[in-house]
Nanobody
Framework: QVLLVESGGGLVQAGGFLRLSCAAS????????MGWFRQAPGKEREFVAA????????YYADSVKGRFTISRDNAKNTVYLQMNSLKPEDTAVYYC??????????????????WGQGTQVTVSS
C-alpha cells in the first residue's frame, strides 16, 4: 500500500513556474515507477511525465517536453515535477501515481496502482 500526497499547486501567470511535490508513504517507494498526470475540466486524464524507479529514465508528453522536468529522491520518498514556461493550457488538476513496473504503457492511467488526491494548477494569461 502506498499513500501519495501532492503539494505545490497554485495560481501563476503565463510564463511562470511551479514545482509540484508528491510525498509517498511506505518503505518500498524506490520499487515504484512514478508518473504525473493531469485532468482539465471536461477532459480526460492525460499523461504528463514518468520516471523509473532509480530515475535513470524519464518520459514526457510532447506538450510538456522541454518545459517540465520530473525527478525523484528515493531517500525522501518524493517525486517532483518542475514546471517552467507555463501556459494557460497547462491549467488542470495534477495527480501523481505509482505502479509496480510492468510492460503496460506508462502513458495509460489504468496501469497505475496508486493515486494522490491531486493539486490544482491554474495558469492565467
Amino acid at each position: 500500500q502506498v499513500l501519495l500526497v501532492e503539494s505545490g499547486g497554485g495560481l501563476v501567470q503565463a510564463g511562470g513556474f511551479l514545482r509540484l511535490s508528491c510525498a509517498a508513504s511506505g518503505r518500498t517507494f524506490s520499487r515504484y515507477f512514478m508518473g504525473w498526470f493531469r485532468q482539465a475540466p471536461g477532459k480526460e486524464r492525460e499523461f504528463v511525465a514518468a520516471i523509473t524507479w532509480n530515475g535513470g529514465s524519464t518520459y514526457y508528453a510532447d506538450s510538456v517536453k522541454g518545459r517540465f522536468t520530473i525527478s525523484r529522491d528515493n531517500a525522501k520518498n518524493t517525486v517532483y515535477l518542475q514546471m517552467n514556461s507555463l501556459k494557460p493550457e497547462d491549467t488542470a488538476v495534477y495527480y501523481c501515481a505509482a505502479r509496480i513496473p510492468s510492460s503496460t504503457s506508462y502513458k495509460y492511467a489504468g496501469a497505475y496502482d496508486y493515486w494522490g488526491q491531486g493539486t490544482q494548477v491554474t495558469v492565467s494569461s
